[in-house]
C-alpha cells in the first residue's frame, strides 16, 4: 500500500510529510476538541454514529472555522481542513484514510503510536499515529458505544461488528499494557474460479471437485488458521450450491454474505446476552432452531464450541452441512471438534463421538497463509471414517512447493487420487457426476 499520495495533501510544500504530525494542524485540531466540548459532550462521543450525526458534527466543525481563519495552519484550504480535522475528531480518526486504501484487510493499532496493516496477507507498519494514549481510547470507545459494548477498566475487553461487517476488536488495561484496538475489513463478495487460480491459491481441478461436492450436498469441512481463507472458500461454495435449495446460514458474527450469492438463503446470526444475562442466542441454539425451518443445506460460518454436536448431529440425521474450524493440520482437526462437542456436558464416550463424526464427515479442505502472506488450499481429503482413533484420510488434492522463501512460494497443485465410489454415489443422488 502507497501512502506517499497521501502525505502533505492539501498543504503546502513546507507541511510534515503526515498530516497529523503538523504542529499547526494539532493546535487547530485541539481547538475545535474544546470548542465542541464546549457544545456538549455527546459532540465528541455520540450515542449514535450515523451520517446525521457526522453531518450535523461536520457543519459545528467549518462554522467554527470559517468563524476563526487564525486558526487555519498554513497552506490549508477550508473544505481539506474541515474534512481532516472532522475524521480526526470523530469516526475512526486517524484510522479514517486506510479504510479507504485497496487491500488492506485488517487494521492493527498496538499502541498509539504504532499502526499496522495488513495487505495480500503481509503486514506493514504504516506512519499513522493518534495523539496520545487519551486519543486512541476516546476513538475506540466511539467506535464501541454505538454498538452497546463497553469499554472500560471493568470490562477491558471488548469487541463488535460495525455497519458493512466491519468486526472490531479493543483492550485496555489492565487486560493489556496499552489500549489497542484491530479493526477487520470484510471479503467483498466472492472469489471466482479464475481469481482464484490468478492469485495461486486453488487449481481449476481442485475448485471443481469442491464445487461438485456443494452442489451435489457433501458434508464439507473447511479447516485452517486464522487468517488462511476458510471464511473466503466457504462463500465461493456456498455461491455454487444447488441453486433450488434452500440454505440457513448461522453466523457468530454475519460476514459470509451468502444471501447476495445464493437465490435461498436465511441467513440467522448469534448475538450475547443483555445486561442482565438474559435474551442471548448462541450457535447452538441456532441450529436447533435451523433444523425447523425446512432446510436443504446448512451452513454455518465458524465453529468453536459445543455448537458442534448439534453440527454433528445434524450432520448424523441426514441435514447436509459445510461450516469452517480451527485447526493446526488436517489430521488433528477431529481432535479439535471432539473436544468442542465434550463442552456440551453430554454423556457420550470421547470414542464413539470421534467415531460418528469421521463416519458424518464426507470431505475436509484444508487452507493456511505460507510465508509470503498467499492464501492456498493445500490439502483435500475424503473422510473413509476412523480406524484405531485416527481419521482414514483418502488424500485428493495437495499442493507441493517448489521454491518456499519469505518473498514467494512457488509449487503445483497435484491431483492425488481419485474419489472413493461411495463419495461419487452420494454425489450421483443428487445429479452430480465426478469425472
Known amino acids: 500500500m502507497n501512502l506517499d499520495r497521501h502525505r502533505g495533501t492539501g498543504c503546502d510544500a513546507r507541511a510534515p510529510v503526515w498530516p497529523w504530525e503538523d504542529p499547526d494542524l494539532k493546535r487547530t485540531t485541539a481547538a475545535v476538541q474544546e470548542h465542541l466540548r464546549r457544545q456538549g459532550p455527546t459532540r465528541l462521543n455520540p450515542s449514535a454514529a450515523g451520517l446525521p450525526a457526522q453531518s450535523e458534527l461536520a457543519t459545528i466543525v467549518r462554522l467554527f472555522l470559517s468563524d476563526h481563519p487564525a486558526l487555519w495552519p498554513p497552506g490549508w484550504d477550508l473544505e481539506t481542513l474541515c474534512r481532516e480535522v472532522t475524521a480526526h475528531v470523530s469516526g475512526l480518526g486517524p484510522l479514517t484514510f486506510l479504510l479507504s486504501q485497496p487491500g488492506v484487510s485488517e487494521i492493527m493499532v498496538n499502541r498509539y503510536d504504532q499502526v499496522w496493516v495488513e495487505v495480500e496477507g503481509r503486514l506493514s507498519r504504516v506512519p499513522v499515529r493518534f495523539r496520545d494514549e487519551e486519543h486512541l481510547f476516546s476513538v475506540a470507545q466511539r467506535i464501541l458505544a454505538p454498538l452497546g459494548v463497553e469499554l472500560s477498566a471493568l470490562h477491558p475487553l471488548a469487541e463488535g461488528r460495525l455497519p458493512g461487517n466491519l468486526r472490531v476488536a479493543a483492550s485496555m488495561p489492565p487486560a493489556a499494557s496499552h489500549t489497542t484496538l484491530s479493526l477487520r475489513l470484510p471479503s467483498v463478495g466472492a472469489l471466482t474460479a479464475e481469481e482464484y487460480a490468478r492469485r495461486g491459491s486453488a487449481s481449476p481441478e481442485l475448485l471443481a471437485f469442491l464445487q461438485a461436492c456443494a452442489r451435489g450436498r457433501a458434508n464439507l469441512l473447511i479447516a485452517g488458521p486464522t487468517g488462511g481463507g476458510k471464511t473466503t472458500l466457504l462463500r465461493y461454495l456456498g455461491a455454487h450450491l444447488d441453486p433450488g435449495a434452500r440454505v440457513v446460514v448461522m453466523e457468530q458474527v454475519a460476514e459470509l454474505g451468502l444471501e447476495d450469492l445464493h437465490p435461498h438463503v436465511i441467513s440467522l446470526e448469534a448475538h450475547p446476552p443483555g445486561p442482565e444475562g438474559r435474551g442471548g442466542v448462541d450457535l447452538s441454539d441456532l441450529l436447533g432452531h435451523a433444523l425447523h425451518r425446512r432446510p436443504d443445506y446448512l451452513v454455518v460460518g465458524e465453529v468453536l464450541g459445543p455448537e458442534a454436536l448439534y453440527l454433528l448431529m445434524a450432520m448424523a440425521t441426514g441435514h447436509p452441512c459445510a461450516c469452517t474450524v480451527h485447526a493446526r493440520n488436517i489430521a488433528r ?91 461419487r454415489d452420494k454425489l450421483a443422488g443428487w445429479g452430480v457426476t465426478l469425472p
Open 333 to 423: 482437526l477431529f481432535d479439535r471438534l471432539v473436544l468442542a462437542m465434550l463442552m456440551a456436558r453430554l454423556e457420550v464416550s470421547q470414542d464413539e463421538l470421534f467415531r460418528q463424526l469421521c463416519e458424518a464427515v464426507d470431505v475436509v479442505a484444508f487452507v493456511e497463509r505460507l510465508s509470503d502472506g498467499s492464501r492456498k488450499v493445500t490439502h483435500v481429503a475424503e473422510v473413509l471414517g476412523a480406524n484405531k482413533g485416527e481419521p482414514v484420510l483418502h488424500t485428493l488434492f495437495r499442493f507441493h512447493p517448489d521454491q518456499v522463501d519469505t518473498m514467494e512460494v512457488r509449487g503445483t497443485f497435484a491431483q492425488v487420487a481419485a474419489p472413493s465410489g461411495q463419495l
